[in-house]
């Protein structure tokens, strides 16, 4: 099951409250302005900061 269109739409970067776009996998939400990854969870998104994953330059999580 993907995320609804509609929720989507809703949804913003808890962080900067900016936009937020799916995966190509769909397993997270991307906030490109913040180079965070919020993971989805049994099919809800997990929408907490201290939980995203940083991202690096390639949209990739980054590496310690």
Not at 31 to 52: G, S
């Amino acid at each position: 099951m993907t995320i609804d269109k509609k929720l989507l739409d809703i949804l913003a970067c808890p962080k900067c409250k900016g936009e937020i776009t799916l995966t190509e996998k769909g397993d997270g939400l991307i906030c490109e302005e913040c180079r965070l990854k919020y993971e989805i969870r049994d099919d809800i998104p997990v929408m907490l900061i201290d939980e995203a994953i940083e991202l690096d330059a390639n949209l990739n999580p980054a590496t310690p």
